[in-house]
């Protein structure tokens, strides 16, 4: 996906005054500064990628809704916006893409009563630690009946 589809979706969502007044240092100006509005899609591009581990796609809607979200961040925080909600605003973004990525890349669990433990070099493996070894030429723990117990 490319900062371009993200910042037509920006566009789409927030409304044109609202980027006006967000691209812009110039209160009096009447335009989208697409300068702006490109840097800070890339920048939650970059950001969406880096967390989530994920490369975007734009036909996925949860990747879209995170990016449009961490651009509209990123458009606040090149304008200096309040802290407060400039902050919830980021850290609900940052949330959101952790949790994305804590869901594509799922870790392994079990519910095994086998515990893991770790070996050391030259021991035997766990599997043999509490099983007696038997002398060669035994069976099962006993002596051949041939050898006349």
Not at 32 to 38: F, G
Not at 91 to 120: E, H, I
């Amino acid at each position: 996906m490319s900062a371009a589809l993200v910042a037509a979706a920006v566009t789409t969502r927030l409304g044109n005054n609202r980027m006006v007044q967000l691209t812009n240092d110039d209160p009096s100006a009447t335009t989208i500064d697409s300068v702006v509005l490109l840097a800070a899609c890339s920048d939650a591009i970059g950001d969406f990628e880096r967390m989530t581990g994920v490369t975007e796609d734009s036909t996925n809607i949860t990747h879209m809704a995170l990016l449009v979200q961490g651009a509209q961040c990123f458009l606040e925080d090149y304008k200096s916006r309040d802290g407060g909600i400039m902050n919830s605003r980021m850290k609900r973004f940052v949330a959101a893409c952790k949790d994305l990525g804590r869901r594509v890349y799922s870790t392994a669990t079990s519910n095994s009563p086998l515990q893991s433990s770790t070996q050391r070099q030259g021991s035997r493996p766990d599997m043999d630690r509490k099983n007696k070894v038997w002398s060669a030429g035994t069976i099962g723990g006993r002596l051949p009946e041939s050898w006349g117990n």
